[in-house]
């Protein structure tokens, strides 16, 4: 898993030991996204969310009693496993019929962006084009509120002017995140024919 800072490991890490994210949980994970601070530790806690969610969705499909079952399907699980990336185990899900293509984009976007922030690591941020042109691409960002931006929004401004425009910015593609992550998590753990 993904090595984080401050708050939002304790929340993450605390999740990992003793229960999956699950929307009965939601409070803990809108609190550990709006506790990250900054946008590469805010994609970052959403992937981490959401690659959780996955694992819990396999682990309740797969994780049964019969020995033979736990034998042959808890190798492919672990992180070492064939199923340890969450762009196989999204692509096992939607070949299943587990979850929508939709709900697949998404989970792969967010992949794409965890790797970016890592990559960019201090230098990313919700003003570069790119991360905003990623972000508007979730399906579940589209239902809930695009994120608007334009770079010449910040011409002229300087000093104050220009933090107070940057920290609002910030907060709403932050706030459009946890929305947009909060609606993925709840369209995995549905009830589904696999998982009952």
């Known amino acids: 898993m993904i090595q984080m800072k401050g708050a939002t490991q304790v929340a993450l890490s605390s999740y990992r030991s003793v229960m999956p994210i699950h929307p009965t949980h ?8 709006s506790e990250a601070e900054g946008a590469g530790e805010i ?13 819990a969705l396999l682990q309740n499909i797969f994780h049964k009693d019969d020995y033979a079952v736990k034998f042959v399907v808890e190798p492919l699980l ?14 096992l899900l939607l070949g299943l019929g587990v979850i929508s293509k939709e709900v697949y984009d998404d989970i792969e976007i967010f992949v794409t ?30 239902k809930i509120m695009p994120i608007d931006y334009d770079p010449a929004l910040v011409e002229g401004m300087s000093g104050p002017m220009l933090e107070m425009f940057q920290g609002r910015h910030n907060q709403k593609v932050q706030s459009t995140i946890v929305l947009a992550v909060t609606d993925i998590v709840n369209e995995l753990c549905r009830d589904n024919a696999l998982t009952s």
């Open 26 to 33: 939601e409070t803990e994970l809108l609190e550990a996204l």
């Open 43 to 55: 994609l970052m806690a959403a992937y981490d969310a959401l690659d959780d969610t996955v694992d």
């Open 78 to 91: 672990t992180s070492s496993g064939p199923l340890g990336e969450i762009a196989v185990r999204t692509k």
């Open 113 to 142: 962006l965890k790797e970016f922030a890592k990559l960019e690591e201090d230098k990313i941020n919700f003003m570069d084009i790119n991360v905003i042109f990623e972000l508007n691409k979730v399906n579940a960002i589209q």
